[in-house]
């Protein structure tokens, strides 16, 4: 399974989202610090869910994180989107 499917499927099953989007973005740093030539290291999430829309920008995150537990340590960058 790819780092895409994994956070797909991770994300999916702890918030069942009304609108999901993840984006490799690892191409645009191809070089750069932080890319491990796995061509996975960068990652943009868009996630829309009505338990993470009840809570603080900061609880968001942290629920989000939590949700990815250990993917978190093969992942260089994430930028997130979250409501």
């Known amino acids: 399974m790819t780092i895409t499917e994994e956070l797909t499927a991770r994300l999916t099953e ?3 989202p009304s609108e999901l989007r993840v984006v490799n973005d ?6 750069h610090s932080g ?3 796995s061509g996975e290291s960068h990652f ?6 009505a338990s993470l829309a009840a809570m ?3 609880d ?3 629920a989000v994180q939590r949700a990815l537990g250990d993917l978190n340590s093969r992942i ?3 930028a997130l989107d979250i409501g």
């Open 14 to 16: 702890a918030f069942a």
């Open 26 to 31: 690892s191409h645009r740093h191809a070089g």
């Open 35 to 37: 890319d491990d030539g």
């Open 44 to 49: 943009s999430v868009r996630i829309r869910a």
């Open 56 to 58: 603080g920008r900061v």
């Open 60 to 62: 968001r995150h942290r």
């Open 76 to 78: 260089h960058a994430l």
